[in-house]
């Protein structure tokens, strides 16, 4: 896909999130249930297309090193270009919570997205993106009233993408990008680094405070 196209696909997604954001735009199904729109789109889609490529091409997502942005196909595009838009929402939302791990999370997703999509890499995105299948059911867990099950769900999506899934795919990401890094791509490495180790960061430090809550809600049935 040719740089003009994805810049205009680009200003589409900016426009249409700032769109929902700024008048309370909801989907009709989402509205319904009182769900945040943008968070919920961007985990559904997201995570559906990375999830995707895990069941069909596992080798891109745990060895994402040895593709380039060609191995996508056009279709594939619009998921990371629709990231970049949502990153600035992203970074919006954690300033506006005052919460500061998800100010980093914000920080950390615009900054990524834009140096990514600037050096045109956006084939980087998919392997950190299937993380956002748990916040699926993160977003649906914290309404009034919300079945049991999705806390369940989230946790267990949680644990299973974040600590297991990533776990892998950012030693395989290091292990080869440090063996085999080159003038060429030594700062698009560093950088990817960089981002994995703050995610990792941030995945351990948000499990270790579902941990505590499951453990005092254990307690609190008992």
């Known amino acids: 896909m040719i740089k003009a196209i994805q810049n205009i696909i680009l ?9 929902i954001s700024n008048h309370k735009f909801n989907l009709p199904f989402l509205y319904l249930y009182g769900i945040e729109t943008l968070p919920f789109l961007h985990a559904m889609i997201t995570s559906s297309f990375s999830n ?3 069941i069909t091409n596992p080798d891109f997502i745990f060895h994402i090193e040895k593709y380039d942005q060609t191995s996508l196909s056009d279709i594939f595009f619009i998921v990371p270009i629709y990231t970049c838009s949502y990153g600035i929402f992203d970074f919006y939302y954690g300033f506006k919570l005052k919460n500061i791990s998800f100010m980093i999370h914000g920080s950390m997703l615009l900054v990524g997205s834009m140096f990514l999509y600037s050096t045109n890499n956006l084939h980087l995105f998919y392997p950190p993106l299937i993380m956002e299948t ?4 993160l977003n649906i867990m914290i309404l009034p009233n919300a079945n049991i099950i999705y806390k ?3 946790a267990f ?4 993408y974040r600590y297991f899934i990533f776990t892998f795919i950012s030693y395989f990401f290091i292990q080869n990008t440090i063996l085999k890094t080159n003038q ?9 680094i960089s981002l994995i180790a703050v995610s990792n960061v941030l995945n351990y430090f948000w499990g ?7 453990i005092k809600y254990s307690r609190r049935s008992n």
């Open 11 to 19: 200003t589409l997604f900016l426009l249409f999130n700032f769109y």
């Open 52 to 54: 995707y490529l895990l």
């Open 134 to 137: 748990s916040s699926i059911f």
């Open 152 to 154: 369940y769900l989230f």
């Open 157 to 160: 999506t949680f644990f299973f």
């Open 184 to 192: 060429e791509n030594v700062y698009i490495n560093m950088v990817g």
């Open 208 to 214: 270790y405070k579902i941990i505590k809550k499951m």
